[in-house]
């Protein structure tokens, strides 16, 4: 991931495209990557989406699309000085508090309604 | 990276929410963590933003809203089976490959745009 | 139609709102009020879907998240000088000459996949 | 409008499209449409915004964007049994009691920070 990292932003500053890259317009291509990859199971029941997945090639474009917001993420946590990975990191012990596995085992609700 | 992914599928496990987590709801769920994401910049020019992102508490939500995305990233690509590093390293060759360093050089335009 | 494209123009004007009212935030807003629609429907399947609907505050609910997307939509036609309704109605012919009733009846594929 | 919504139901109805037009992927679509009205006003700023609506081409295609959201908004509505300009006339009511002239005016915050 570090490698990954380094690439993305590498690649980024090798075109000079930092100046292009402010916090706002990055959201919004977030955004805009993430309902293109929602596109991918559109008038689709769970049922279509497994059999969908089955295909290599439409598996490939979904991981393109996913592959597409995680660059932008990398480039946005770049662009407001966050640490991607220890930010997912931190987030994921709140929920582990916010969650408690014996309350929320098997049960989808939200942590405001648990209890 | 790798511990995160584990982390956050182990998470998911105790849980026993993989019975949830089928590919169409997960993609919804990134595209409303994106737009919660969003949201944070809403109605404020590119100077507000800047101004605002160097309030600690601002710049720590917009890291939390960047870490629901990547968990929920994790989660989808864990779901259908696609190694979630690997795609970003594929997808970023070939984004190399379609913005040529000499042509796509301080050049905002998408590449079926640029010659 | 006509009475509430005034009675929302008014409303903003009232507030001096238009100045806050740049396209490219209120394309932001829509997008942010879509994505609080279809949180309404997020990890329910279809018969979910369809026993919630039964539910009045529910009902309610997905239709007060429907009319802030529809509110947005003519204060963002408004602010670019587009007719909202005179749009859709030549959209709708459009949409009439790309899926001719025979060949799209009973077929949810989009338009360059039905020959 | 009237008109527009019969217009609209009645394509729907004669290319039996009713069947895929469950809530759930309809509140899909309107997210979907409302990323590519978004993705019209990506990477520019206010001022590039106001210049790119001055050209006609790029104002048509921002009412064609806005033109899919509303038709969708009709087919959301009629699927979940609501009336689309009473309920938006309701939720301007709402709007109006949220946000007193004398206290809203000129004013951008959210009702809940008002006072």
């Known amino acids: 991931m570090d490698e990954l990292i380094r690439a993305v932003l590498r690649f980024r500053d090798e075109r000079e495209w930092r100046q292009f890259h402010n916090p706002k317009d990055l ?6 990557e993430a309902a293109e990859l929602l596109e991918r199971f559109q008038w689709k029941t769970p049922a279509e989406v497994a059999i969908a997945l089955q295909d290599e090639a439409n598996r490939r474009r979904v991981g393109e699309e996913i592959a597409d917001v995680l660059i932008l993420l990398i480039s946005l946590a770049d662009a407001v000085g966050l640490d991607l990975v220890e930010g997912a990191r931190a987030k994921r012990h709140e929920n582990a508090r916010k969650y408690p596995v014996e309350r929320a085992r098997g049960n989808a609700r939200k942590y405001h309604e648990l209890e």
């Open 27 to 32: 959201a919004i291509s977030i955004a805009l």
